[in-house]
T-cell receptor, first 113, second 112 residues
Framework: DADVTQTPRNRITKTGKRIMLECSQTKGHDRMYWYRQDPGLGLQLIYYSFDVKDINKGEISDGYSVSRQAQAKFSLSLESAIPNQTALYFC????????????FGEGSRLTVL | QKEVEQDPGPLSVPEGAIVSLNCTYSNSAFQYFMWYRQYSRKGPELLMYTYSSGNKEDGRFTAQVDKSSKYISLFIRDSQPSDSATYLCAMSLGGANSKLTFGKGITLSVRP
């Protein structure tokens, strides 16, 4: 089983709908992150959490919210999806020390029509 | 100027070629320098990392860091079709401030 699991892997939705992307990890890491990836723009940090009680905005948090339900679970919500939120979304974790290496999930491809 | 700049690509080479992928950065405090490889429909995975300046070799892959020039490179020798992927450079301050800063990535295609 993957260490970082994202659900759903693919989702097509309509403008204005609420969407939740979920992430769970078995690596025992305190730190969890949500990124979006767009062609030509690379990985952009949306939100990150250093522990259950700590949530921080990243570069592009507008239109998104997150919830850290437990050390192992971090979900990303789009309250009212819009077409320019069509992207590939990645959850990642790290231990918060050493190199800072991130461990990524396999991604959730979201299409907003 | 973005903190990390990466050649945009895409890059297409014949099998067996030597590939050079490069990034420049502006923050002289970066200590750890990484290369991630991302296959289509997959998440990025760490390929190699280097601490501070110098070279590191792993099989056909060599990572180089020149902190004086704020320049890092990844060389792939005897490139194979299985090397076809997107390569992202990433850097961190290390320790408690270990949030990664990524380049935009370059897509490499190795033609059989």
């Amino acid at each position: 089983d993957a260490d970082v699991t994202q659900t759903p892997r693919n989702r097509i939705t309509k403008t204005g709908k609420r969407i939740m992307l979920e992430c769970s990890q078995t690596k025992g890491h305190d730190r969890m992150y949500w990124y979006r990836q767009d062609p030509g723009l690379g990985l952009q940090l949306i939100y990150y959490s250093f522990d259950v009680k700590d949530i921080n905005k990243g570069e592009i948090s507008d239109g998104y919210s997150v919830s850290r339900q437990a050390q192992a679970k971090f979900s990303l919500s789009l309250e009212s999806a819009i077409p320019n939120q069509t992207a590939l979304y990645f959850c990642a974790t790290n231990a918060g020390r050493g190199t800072g290496e991130l461990f990524f999930g396999e991604g959730s491809r979201l299409t907003v029509l | 100027q973005k903190e990390v700049e990466q050649d945009p690509g895409p890059l297409s080479v014949p099998e067996g070629a030597i590939v050079s992928l490069n990034c420049t950065y502006s923050n002289s405090a970066f200590q750890y320098f990484m290369w991630y490889r991302q296959y289509s429909r997959k998440g990025p995975e760490l390929l190699m990392y280097t601490y501070s300046s110098g070279n590191k070799e792993d099989g056909r892959f060599t990572a180089q860091v020149d902190k004086s020039s704020k320049y890092i490179s990844l060389f792939i020798r005897d490139s194979q079709p299985s090397d076809s992927a997107t390569y992202l450079c990433a850097m961190s301050l290390g320790g408690a401030n270990s949030k990664l800063t990524f380049g935009k990535g370059i897509t490499l295609s190795v033609r059989p």
